[in-house]
């Protein structure tokens, strides 16, 4: 389609479509307060201030009434006409059930609207879909989203007036290296043969080993972590990684029933077990299944040790810890359900290499531990 353009990662897009929009210096973008800090930087990359809306503690997204609330409080401090922009986000793929209202809301402010669908598949895209709401949307293919090309983000423009500036964008792009992208087939070759839940711990370990010595092509530098503008940040899907994005994504649509079925069956492992299940929005194809746990750390370091695969994200409102949040505007007593959820919340796997078994032994190892 016109109007889909591939860039090297998620937040490569996000940054494209936002300067597609021609934002200025200073000018606000209200995103949820729990998300990626990679989500973020690009606002900030664009010298733009970010404001955020909090979570709804149920669903993981920012329901209406938070972006109202943040509104209403910038309005209040006299800054009304820099508001030009809101993220929503579709937290583990469960659909922000109020994202009509909110770009509804959000165009009678004159508000530009950007849907965040990393944890999306982008074959979901389409009418009465996550994704075409908005005036634009964007995608991840990084290693733990719904289908994955090693690193990989995709910009889809909705706003007819602004798709020849994105294209505009796209053209000035560079592209990744040639060694760049065969170190990363060969992760996702590595990944593709060796990964199974198994070792999900110790495949976390060896890859932050590797990336933190630049040993292979990390999701996160630890410059970028450290919010830094790294050289050549706007770049292109490379030509192996883009092979692999219609290959995967033709494969990633059989999946469906499978993930489904799984989404059913913690469900049901959950209410037999007397654990809260995940009260998802109808339609939604989750990526990860959210649990509330009170011992969230001590769940996550018993798992290690019995190499059971359970997630951490996001482990603070604006995930990875350690991360650096200075220049992000970023209080975090003002978002107690998105600090809430970031120090309670676990998320169960649902990709390929799980199976019924699997998910009633982790199930079973929740039952066991869970406060
Ligand atoms: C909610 C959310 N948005 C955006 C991103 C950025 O995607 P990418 O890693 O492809 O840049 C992530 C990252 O993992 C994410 O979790």
């Not at 109202?68 to 579709?90: F, L, P, R, V």
């Not at 289908?147 to 592209?175: P, Q």
């Not at 998320?347 to 406060?371: D, M, Q, Y």
Request: charged share 25%; proline share 4%.
């Amino acid at each position: 389609m016109k109007n889909i353009f591939y860039f090297y990662k998620g937040r490569v897009a996000l940054y494209a479509i936002l300067k597609a929009f021609g934002l200025k210096k200073n000018e606000i973008v209200i995103i949820p307060a729990y998300t990626c800090i990679v989500a973020v930087y690009p606002i900030k990359h664009l010298g733009l201030v970010p404001n955020y809306a909090d979570i709804d503690i149920e669903t993981y997204n920012s329901p209406l009434k938070e972006y109202i609330k943040t509104y209403n409080e910038i309005c209040a401090s006299g800054k009304k006409d820099k508001i030009k922009a809101i993220i929503i986000q579709h937290t583990y793929g469960n659909m922000n059930n109020e994202t009509k209202d909110i770009c509804n809301w959000a165009k009678k402010n004159n508000l530009f609207v950007i849907e965040d669908c990393a944890h999306i598949n982008i074959n979901d895209y389409g009418f009465d879909k996550p994704g075409s709401f908005a005036d634009a949307s964007f995608y991840s293919s990084q290693w733990n989203k719904p289908f994955t090309t090693g690193l990989g983000g995709i910009a889809v423009m909705n706003n007819v007036k602004f798709v020849n500036k994105l294209k505009e964008i796209h053209k000035i792009a560079l592209n990744p290296g040639i060694i760049e992208s065969i170190l990363l087939m060969f992760e996702y070759l590595f990944y593709k043969i060796f990964f199974s839940p198994h070792f999900f711990w110790f495949f976390k370990k060896i890859l932050n080993y590797l990336s933190d010595r630049g040993l292979l092509v990390g999701s996160s530098t630890e410059q970028e972590l450290k919010g830094k503008y790294i050289k050549d940040y706007l770049k292109k899907m490379g030509i192996i990684q883009k092979l692999l994005f219609f290959l995967e994504k033709k494969k990633s649509k059989l999946t469906y029933p499978k993930r489904i079925k799984l989404m059913k069956c913690y469900d049901r492992l959950l209410t037999e077990n007397n654990i809260r299940a995940f009260k998802y929005t109808k339609g939604s194809i989750l990526l990860r299944y959210p649990i509330f746990v009170k011992n969230k750390n001590e769940i996550l370091q018993k798992a290690e040790k019995n190499k059971i695969e359970i997630g951490d994200w996001f482990n603070c409102p604006l995930h990875p810890h350690g991360s650096n949040v200075d220049g992000l505007n970023f209080n975090i007593n003002k978002y107690p359900n998105s600090n809430e959820a970031s120090l309670k919340v676990i998320n169960l796997p649902l990709h390929n290499k799980i199976n019924i078994k699997r998910a009633e032994k982790i199930v079973k190892f929740i039952r066991l531990n869970k406060l």
